[in-house]
């Protein structure tokens, strides 16, 4: 440990005034290169050997997962023709006589709804009959059919292909057609072993078999499937599609290569593999070919991993206290400032790039700061200019002005409930249209809420009865402004307080502790449920003036953060009670938070 230490120091020491670039180049090539060099040749030869031993292992591999999928398809197109070919109702009708046309379209009509889409269940299937040979049923010409002269395929007519299929030793038959297509056929028996018709399956090669014979083995050798006749009816090798085994190289060889794993042909690997029906599959794999693909690849493989794993590997931990760190550092201290710290800075410790980084990094940071701070009163100063703004939207002097009018003409008059309901408007907007001024003292607050319910009682005389219960010790304290007449003013609009009878208000304002406590409580209609928890999670706006529980809400947080509270208890039909819970203020309180 303190060897490699010592060496890393002396590394260090002597690159510090070297750029970066420098640094890497001068130590690839003197600590990395050449131990490159016999590191992978030797490695290569290592597994290259190893890669060879492992090639019938691959092979095996391979083959067997082809013989796998050959024999999924065919079993699956196997299972299609044999259960419509053993259709109960099928064989009784194609065996019953018909004495009238109607009984024949209730066949054909059975026929056509039951098999309809029978060529739709695979993929692959270009064309699906059922040939019969009973004289008193029709062919429809879509799914029934008699086999006649007329021409199946260019050069194969229907009955040379009903007496091939009619004469199979077998139920099930596949041959070939053209070399492009494949011919599935079953005979349909009555109970009584008479043969009642045969079903005709079209299928297309390159559909069914077509992946799978693509270039096997990634074009390193041939793949063909040999049917229980000994014919080839599917082969990569177009030219060997029908031919008989006899007449193939591999006959000399079959019987060996089906005994064992695989037996050498001229350089060649013969592997046979049987699957259902007495089918077999024979593989003819090149290994030459194999062979020359495989050290391609291993080579290429070894190249890549020794120049950029190994390379990088070695020139990381070499380089390791004067890059890896710093950088490891510089990140770390980057993903403070991420997080809102910063008053952070990294001690320069080299005159390369990374120093440069590092001295742009510090500057960066505390300019960084400075910036965030100053947004971050801007923004506060908007947002308290955004609430002057909306307050000023009426001209105050224009309403005393007029309410100043109004007041004189009343006393011209004499008419004491005009004088009274002007005095109480000059009150109610002489706190509401206060554009100077966003908190004010409690007092003041119930003093507004006060001239609001004087112009309720004359709207409304005698109908709500309104009880205070004030704690004199927090009238000089301070609260924000406009915070408990909205509130009242909601059981007015919302709570339809006029309209019930023994309607009561009861405000309430407690100095319990360090906190004030406001209650707000009407018996007026409620709250529905729903509209309650939407008003809790701050969906509903409350009234239409603008200042309801969403804004309340805004504003406490504003000024209070979360040293406040405000919840809404309601019952329907019955009552209401709005509470509003904030820190005792002996001084104007102050924005706190930006929304």
């Known amino acids: ?28 090539g003197a600590i990395i290169f050449i131990p490159t060099i016999f590191l992978g040749v030797g490695a290569g030869y290592f597994s290259l050997e190893s890669f060879r031993d492992n090639y019938l292992v691959t092979i095996n591999e391979a083959m067997r997962q082809t013989v796998q999928n050959i024999e999924f398809r065919k079993q699956s197109y196997d299972v299609l023709a044999t259960r419509t070919a053993t259709d109960g109702e099928l064989i009784s009708r194609l065996s019953r006589d018909y004495s009238n046309m109607f009984e024949q379209l209730n066949t054909v009509e059975y026929v056509d709804r039951s098999f309809v889409f029978t060529s739709k269940y695979l993929p692959g299937i270009d064309d699906f009959r ?79 078999f077509g992946e799978l014979f693509d270039r096997p083995f990634s074009g390193s050798g041939e793949l063909s499937i040999m049917d229980d006749y000994g014919t080839i009816i599917v082969s ?18 079959w019987e060996e290569a089906s005994l064992s794993d695989g037996v050498m042909v001229d350089g060649n690997l013969l592997m046979v593999r049987p699957i259902g029906s007495n089918w077999h599959v024979a593989a ?44 490891r550092k510089l990140g770390t201290r980057m993903y403070d400032v991420s997080q809102g710290q910063f008053d952070v800075s990294i001690r320069n410790t080299g005159k390369d790039e990374l120093g440069d980084l590092e001295v742009l990094f510090n500057s960066m940071s505390g300019r960084l700061g400075m910036l965030v701070e100053d947004i971050t009163q801007a923004k ?31 006393m011209d008059l004499q008419d004491e409930t005009q004088l009274r309901t002007i005095d109480a408007l000059t009150a109610f907007y002489r706190l509401a249209l206060d554009n100077k001024i966003n908190v004010t003292q409690i007092k003041g607050e119930l003093d507004h809420v006060r001239a609001y319910l004087d112009i309720q009682e004359m709207r409304y005389p005698g109908r709500v009865t309104t009880q205070w219960h004030i704690d004199p010790e927090l009238l000089e304290l301070y609260t924000i402004k406009l915070l408990l ?107 706190r938070k930006v929304m």
Not at 236 to 253: F, M, R, V
Not at 492 to 510: D, E, F, M, P, W
């Open 284 to 327: 003819l794999i090149q290994m030459d070919q194999l062979e020359r693909q495989s050290k391609t690849i291993l080579y290429g493989i070894i190249a890549v991993i020794f120049v950029f794993l190994l390379c990088s590997t070695f020139l990381i931990m070499t380089v390791l206290k004067n890059v890896v760190w710093r950088i």
């Open 130 to 208: 059922i040939y019969h040979t009973n004289p008193m049923l029709v062919q429809d010409g879509r799914l029934l059919w008699k086999p006649e002269d007329r021409i199946l395929q260019p050069g194969f007519k229907e009955t040379d292909w009903f007496a091939k299929a009619s004469e199979a030793p077998g139920a099930l038959l596949w041959s070939n057609m053209n070399k492009d297509k494949l011919v599935i056929s079953h005979k349909i028996m009555s109970p009584a072993g008479d043969l009642q018709g045969i079903i005709y399956l079209l299928l297309d090669y390159k559909t069914v």
């Open 485 to 591: 007449q909205p509130i009242v003013e909601n059981c007015y609009l919302h709570g339809n307080i006029t309209g019930k009878k023994g309607a009561v208000i009861r405000i309430s304002a407690q100095l319990e502790q360090d906190h004030v406590r406001f209650e707000v409580f009407d018996n007026g209609r409620g709250i529905p449920g729903d509209m309650l928890e939407q008003i809790r999670l701050g969906k509903q706006a409350g009234n239409g003036n603008g200042f309801g529980t969403a804004n309340i809400r805004e504003r406490l947080q504003l000024y209070f953060e979360n040293k406040h509270e405000f919840t809404i208890a309601s019952k329907e039909n019955e009552w209401t009670a709005v509470t509003i819970t904030i820190p005792a203020c002996v001084h104007r309180p102050q924005i």
């Open 236 to 253: 990569s090798d177009p030219g060997k599609i029908g031919l008989k085994l006899h007449d193939t190289a591999l006959s000399n060889h």
């Open 1 to 28: 440990m303190s060897l490699r230490r010592s060496l890393e120091r002396i590394v260090i020491e002597h690159t510090s005034k070297m750029n970066l670039r420098g640094k890497i180049l001068i130590l690839y």
């Open 380 to 410: 506060l100063k908007e947002r308290e200019q955004s609430f002057k703004a909306l307050q000023a939207q009426i001209n105050p002097h224009f309403i005393y002005n007029s309410l100043s009018l109004l007041r004189w003409r009343a």
